[in-house]
């Protein structure tokens, strides 16, 4: 081994010791579950590790969404928990958004038929960068689209730029539940420097969703202790966290701080229980220091 290679396999053991320690720390769940919305009888959330999807049983077929299996067999299992509750065929997959961990491993459903459905921006993406296991979009959304199946109306909304250029923000509106994914977290600070964001696109996208008529709201991640769907509370909550991070950091970039001084000297107390308060706060500071500072 040479020195670079002794370092490598210390930070690879050094890493497998951390996530075996998180592991421990971590109540034992199954690798994946499906839950029922609760209030509803067609509604229900496939999780494999942690990402969630939604997906909606029809008399006619089922609409389900991101197949969730970037490097493992998340949809292998994802159909079999959708044949457990229905043999209706799978008529339809569609695209939280463009963003390979939600979207990748899902031709195991291609091959049973289904039709799959996203952002016109994310078909783009993936038509640029033809990464090996994501299916190609058979049909975009551009404003909005509506699909019905079975009696069921499932919305699919494009709100602006936000947690990427391609999000849909999926509505049911009998059942009044929205479904989509990493930008509206349960109690969740912004993941790590919010690459992909659009800032401050994301507070008005926010602002549209919560004019929206709507109860529950079904992330692509479940929140702090599990918890698998959110309310407007939670929505607005988020909006209250972009909007006084902002207002922070434009004041540290108004009086000329740096961007270690502003990471050190803003604190938000208001939002220290949310999880990753500690190791995101401060890259999240450092994204919107560049909004204020550079117009980035
Ligand atoms: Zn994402």
Excluded: C
Excluded at 62 to 83: H, L
Excluded at 115 to 136: E, S
Excluded at 153 to 173: F, I
């Amino acid at each position: 081994m040479s020195r670079i290679d002794v370092t490598i396999a210390a930070a690879a053991l050094a890493a497998t010791a951390f996530v075996a320690s998180a592991q421990a720390q971590q109540p034992a769940q199954p690798p994946y579950a499906t839950t029922k919305v609760e209030g509803t009888d067609n509604v229900y959330i496939f999780r494999y590790g942690g990402h969630q999807s939604m997906f909606v049983v029809t008399p006619a077929g089922v609409i389900a969404t991101d197949p969730i299996g970037e490097r493992r067999p998340a949809a292998k299992a994802y159909i079999e928990e959708i044949q457990k509750i229905t043999k209706a065929p799978i008529k339809y997959v569609i695209y939280s958004h463009s963003h390979f961990d939600h979207i990748a491993g899902g031709k195991p459903f291609k091959d049973l038929g289904a039709t799959f459905v996203a952002h016109k921006n994310a078909k783009a993406r993936i038509a640029a960068l033809k990464p090996a296991d994501v299916v190609v979009p058979d049909e975009v959304v551009d404003a909005k689209k509506t699909i019905t199946l079975g009696g069921t109306a499932l919305e699919l909304n494009y709100v602006g730029k936000n947690h990427s250029d391609s999000m849909l923000v999926m509505r049911l509106p009998k059942e009044k539940i929205i479904f989509t994914v990493d930008w509206i977290p349960i109690q969740g600070i912004q993941f790590r420097g919010m690459a992909d964001t659009y800032v401050p696109d994301i507070e008005e996208g926010l602002k549209k969703v919560i004019a929206m008529d709507w109860d529950k709201l079904i992330p692509g991640h479940p929140g702090p202790g599990g918890r698998q769907t959110g309310t407007k509370d939670d929505a607005r909550n988020q909006l209250a966290y972009l909007q006084d991070l902002s207002a922070a950091v434009k004041k540290a970039v108004d009086d000329g701080k740096s961007y270690a001084d502003a990471q050190k000297d803003i604190k938000l107390p208001k939002y220290e229980n949310w999880p990753n308060y500690g190791p995101f706060l401060p890259m999240n500071i450092e994204r919107y220091y560049d909004y204020w500072n550079r117009g980035i």
